[in-house]
Every structure is written in C-alpha cells, then in structure tokens.
C-alpha cells in the first residue's frame, strides 16, 4: 500500500537542540502539509507546498521554524532552535491537486512525537 | 472568515445504536468537507467526502454524512455503532488560501465512545 512515511517517529531532546523532521510522500501526489497536533490547540496548519513550491506558511513561527521541499521524495520540517512549548505531534499529509479544483482527500503519515525538554 | 466547528467534544452512545457526529462550517464558495478518524497513536485517516451531487455521501467502515447546505452542516452518521468504531473523529474543509489556492482546515475533533 502506498503510504506517507515520517521519521522518526519518536524525537526527544533538550531546549535549544536543532529538530529536522522528514517526510515522504505518496508517489504521485504533488501536495504535501504539515500540520502539529496538541491537545490545547488540536490541528494546526503550518505550512504546505504544491509541486514543490511553498504556497502557505503563515501558520508557522518564522522565527525558528523552516519547511522546505528538496525534491518531490522528501519534505523536511526544522526547528532551530527547539523549545518545550514545541512539543507535539507533528503530521505530514500528501494529496493530489490539479489547481483548477480538484480537491482530492489528504493522506496522512503516522506523525512524529517530539518532546523538547 | 473559513472554518469548522465540531460542538461535541465527546459522544458516548451504546453499542449497535445508531452514532451521530456533528460538523458545521463556513466558507466562502461551494464547500468540500471531509471527514477522517484518528485511532490512538495514528495518523488521519479519510473516511469520506463530499465535493457535489447527492447530499448523503456513504464512506469507510459503513459511515456516511449528510451534506445540508441550508444548515451549513455536514453530520457523520453511523446507523450501528460499534466498539471499534471508537476513536477521535476529525471534520474538514477546503477553503481558499491567500496565496490563491486551497489549504484544508480541520475542525477540532470528537472522541466518540462506544460503550459495549
């Protein structure tokens, strides 16, 4: 089955450590989001890119927080520098969009888990 | 402003009753609401969508919603719930974006528990 794959899946580390968070999307699909789930805020959108290219990203603390798209295979998600309150599920989701509408459903990996200490 | 709310945070119903899950919204232009569920430890997973036609949509798992354009509200329904139907259930919408396009927003979940 085709699946969106996120490593790790399990991040735990110190105030003021450098994150990165990867993601593969499904073949094929030219969408990809992240989103960040706590239980204050439920599901957030942070950023999303469509071929590759960045549309939305007003989500995100530009401060320290950067997601970039190197090729079609491979998303990242960066933050630098880490802190508690960025503790949380973090969520990649692919999808495909033809841009004239098509509003296809998003698939979502299995999240990344980081806690900041 | 674009959004969706979900009223219940929680929904306990008995075990081969029927379940109802609720989802209003708000967007400007034709609505295309999704539903997904998250089991514990999980990623989203898509159940249904409705993008135009009939206003009952039949999805995953024997689940359909019902899309009411009058009410801005588009319910998940289940006729016999079942104890693995257990889980946290999310209601979305696309909507417009600044940067032109579309971007999915999500409600903010409903845990449903189904009692045996």
Redesign the interface.
Known sequence: DAR?TQTPRHKVTEMGQEVTMRCQPILGHNTV?W?RQTMMQ??E?LA?F?NRAP??D?GMPKDRFSAEMPDATLATLKIQPSEPRDSAVY?C?SGY?S?TGN?G???????SRLTVL | AQSVAQPEDQVNVAEGNPLTVKCTYSVSGNP?L?W?VQYP??????LL?Y?TGDNLVKGSYGFEAEFNKSQTSFHLKKPSALVSDSALY?CAV?AP???G?????????TRLKVLA
Do not use: H, M, P
């Open positions: 969106v989001f989103y439920g599901l959108l999303y469509r549309l939305d007003s969520f989701a969009s841009g509003a459903e998003l698939f979502f990996g299995e999240g | 295309y999704f997904y430890n999980r990623g989203l997973q898509f969508k993008i999310f696309r974006s600044t940067s396009t579309y971007k999915y927003i999500f409600g903010t979940g």
